[in-house]
């Protein structure tokens, strides 16, 4: 079984300020991770994935995330937030095999960002 | 539109009574999955199927959950005498099946259940 830990529920930050949500995972078999953000009273937009390659990875709106196997870490980044930005995020880890597509997700960041 | 559709996307019920939801995939999806969010928390798998077959429950779909999909292609989640702790964003997904897709989940806007 996979888990996810997101260890910062809410992150304040400036507007154009660099931000880095976290993630952990642990699992015993080898594993996809992904990011999702979510706006309120919708459903969960896929930002990233990293499923094999390049430990950088990057998505849509200007995030990217590394992908680290000695840390068990995917922690998602941007250069410069927009007050667009302001969501929940939630990191999310599949294992290679068995359980379908299914994904096991963490409780999420709130990422909040100010003028 | 060819994104996933859930319907409806808010209800609100009394306590006792019985309520639907409905899904209906990316339409060359063969898996779809339900997932459940409640407030300040990640989504929590309950089930999924692929095609017409249901291959995996959670713990969490008590026996007054239920879940088909009989045709393999629009899917229902059926709730009977829910209760306060019911009370959440109902989610839907699909996906390829592995190997032919990327491993994503594709979320519709989900059903958001109030039980009073």
């Known amino acids: 079984a996979q888990s996810v830990t997101q260890l910062d529920s809410q992150v304040p930050v400036f507007e154009e300020a660099p931000v880095e949500l976290r993630c952990n995972y642990s699992?015993?078999?080898?594993?996809?991770l992904f990011w999702y953000v979510q706006y309120p009273n919708q459903g969960l937009q896929l930002l990233l994935k990293y499923l094999s390659g390049s430990t950088l990875v990057k998505g849509i709106n200007g995030f990217e995330a590394e992908f680290n196997k000695s840390q068990t870490s995917f922690h998602l980044r941007k250069p410069s937030v927009h007050i667009s930005d302001t969501a929940e995020y939630f990191c999310a880890v599949r294992g290679f095999t068995g359980g379908g597509n299914k994904l096991t997700f963490g409780t999420g960041t709130q990422l909040k960002v100010e003028l | 539109d060819t994104g996933v559709s859930q319907d409806p996307r808010h209800k609100i019920t009394k306590r006792g009574q019985n309520v639907t939801f409905r899904c209906d995939p990316i339409?060359?999806?063969?898996?779809l999955y339900w997932y459940r969010q409640t407030l300040g928390q990640g989504p929590e798998f309950l089930t999924y199927f692929q095609n017409e077959a249901q291959l995996e429950k959670s713990r969490l779909l008590s026996d007054r959950f239920s879940a088909e999909r009989p045709k393999g292609s629009f899917s229902t989640l059926e709730i009977q005498r829910t209760e306060q702790g019911d009370s959440a964003m109902y989610l839907c997904?699909?996906?390829?099946?592995?190997?032919?897709?990327?491993?994503?989940?594709?979320f519709g806007e989900g059903s958001r259940l109030t039980v009073l």
């Open positions: 699992s015993s078999v080898s594993v996809y």
């Open positions: 997904a699909s996906s390829p099946q592995a190997g032919g897709g990327t491993g994503e989940l594709f």
């Open positions: 339409s060359e999806h063969n898996r």
